[in-house]
């Protein structure tokens, strides 16, 4: 240990020595060599006459003071930004809940709707077959009319008019 480390660590235990307390909790007077003074119960100590390391050490203190209270003023500030994080992301999740539901909703009528679109695709697939087929049998039926003069049943004779 060096030579004023000693000295430091001397002058902090004489200032130490300074301070008693009563049974009641208030501080007496007393003076020491070193001339630490202290008052009355609340009066404090009288920093300007003390030769110890008082004031760096009250300077220690009132930063690290101001630091906790610093501290206790940012953890506030952040339990209330989270605080509104939690509702924020409360609402968000009900909205998406929500949007879930909405979704499966619009999935099933998807489904039911892409079920009939598909019997109506079948459906008019097989009329645009039977149209090609109807059409062919009129072409193929009016090609054989001219050739065989064809009667067609169910339309009388002279029924065309003066157009045959």
């Not at 000693?6 to 200032?15: C, F, I, P």
């Not at 090609?132 to 090609?143: L, T, V």
């Not at 054989?144 to 003066?162: D, F, K, P, S, Y």
Request: aromatic fraction near 4%; charged fraction near 25%; charge should be positive.
């Amino acid at each position: 240990m060096e030579p004023n480390e000693k000295r430091e660590k001397k002058k902090t235990a004489r200032w130490a020595r300074a301070i008693s307390w009563d049974y009641t909790g208030t501080q007496q007077l007393q003076h020491n060599q070193d001339g630490i003074s202290v008052g009355p119960a609340g009066s404090g100590i009288d920093v300007a006459s003390a030769r110890a390391p008082l004031p760096s050490l009250h300077l220690i203190y009132q930063t690290t003071m101001a630091q906790h209270k610093q501290t206790q003023g940012d953890s506030k500030k952040a339990r209330v930004a989270t605080k509104q994080l939690q509702v924020a992301v409360s609402k968000i999740a009900k909205t998406c809940s929500e949007i879930g539901k909405r979704i499966v909703t619009i999935e099933s009528r998807a489904n039911v709707l892409e079920t009939e679109l598909w019997a109506v695709v079948q459906q008019a697939a097989m009329h645009d077959t039977q149209l090609s087929d109807i059409k062919w049998k009129i072409e193929d039926f009016e090609n054989w009319q001219c050739r065989n003069n064809l009667h067609v049943l169910g339309i009388q004779e002279g029924a065309e008019g003066q157009d045959p």
